[in-house]
């Protein structure tokens, strides 16, 4: 596992983060530390990036990362 930075775009309220938290929990390999407005830490095993950053787009946010491990 590897630390890995999210910056989200679209996020405006703790809804926002519930449904960020809960599209980032169904993504084997990955391990959500924080998500706040804007940002997630997560944990990852590599290669899982792309998945992350569908899910968000699947959800309506855009994410991208804003710094890996």
Known sequence: MK???LAID???CD???RRVVDALKKIP???TERVDLGKA???VEDGTEPAVLAALDD???DARIAKSG
């Open 3 to 5: 630390p890995l930075e």
């Open 10 to 12: 679209g996020m405006h």
């Open 15 to 17: 809804g926002c983060v």
């Open 29 to 31: 390999g990955v391990t």
């Open 41 to 43: 830490q997560l944990q």
């Open 59 to 61: 959800i309506g946010f």
